[in-house]
């Protein structure tokens, strides 16, 4: 019977990076505990080395938390055992380290195009306090999210290239990041706020409140035609009249 070839170096790091660095039985986290890797399908009932069978799991959740006291006959194997968890766990925390410094140099990647995409069509760039703002931005939204809705702010609220113009346009990128999930997370709502953009557009006087109430138990199949009457209206009695024509009052 062959010896089963030890998982590689490699290998185990991409799943302890997976996993967060974190034993995904107990929660406990490197440094504090030794990490290793355990077959979910043990390899005995037919398991293999594929990642999508590896989990992490700390010393004592892939050893039974079994702890039995050593005679002081087995004081140089215990010593020995020590030594090499020490090792592993040197090992793993420069695995971390590595880990940390390849998503650090990630998320400055990431900064500096949203700050080309910025200056290319502002021609301002980004303070310190600014770049760490965007990177918490990023960190909560995601990258082309935030990139999506920089560019939907510049092309609503920079108008010129004063302090006040460049300040409204950067302060507004969050507020429409938020919008946007709001609207990602609830269908109708986008559409409702979709038809309310085209006739804020269009017409002088909006009557929110009323909107609002003529929206009451509408269907979501028929905002394509309310979308169709809202760019028909030239006023908001228009659309009033509309809306009652096509849907029989509110």
Request: hydrophobic share 35%; net charge positive.
């Amino acid at each position: 019977m062959t010896e089963r070839k030890p998982l590689s170096k490699k290998i185990r790091f991409e799943v302890f990076k997976r996993d967060s660095f974190t034993c995904q039985y107990c929660g406990r986290m490197s440094p504090d505990v030794i990490l290793e890797v355990d077959h979910i399908n043990p390899i005995f009932d037919g398991g293999n080395d594929n990642i999508l069978n590896l989990v992490t799991s700390c010393f004592d959740c892939n050893r039974g938390k079994g702890k039995r006291k050593l005679s002081d006959s087995d004081e140089i194997k215990k010593q020995q055992e020590q030594l090499k968890l020490l090792s592993q766990k040197r090992e793993q925390l420069a695995m971390m380290l590595k880990w940390r410094v390849g998503l650090e140099k990630f998320n400055n990647i990431e900064i500096l195009e949203f700050e080309k995409i910025y200056k290319l069509k502002t021609g301002f760039v980004l303070t310190e306090f600014g770049r760490n703002l965007v990177k918490k931005w990023i960190k909560e939204f995601g990258f082309l999210e935030v990139i999506e809705s920089m560019e939907l702010s510049i092309s609503q609220y920079f108008t010129s290239d004063t302090e006040s113009s460049i300040n409204k346009t950067f302060d507004y990128i969050p507020k429409i990041c938020n919008v946007r999930k709001r609207q990602n997370d609830n269908p109708v709502l986008q559409q409702n706020d979709h038809v309310k953009a085209i006739l804020k557009k269009r017409v002088s006087w909006f009557n929110s409140d009323l909107y609002d109430n003529m929206l009451i138990g509408f269907r979501f199949e028929d905002f394509e035609k309310l979308k169709t009457i809202a760019r028909k209206s030239y006023t908001w009695d228009d659309f009033v009249e509309m809306f009652e024509n096509e849907f029989g009052g509110y």
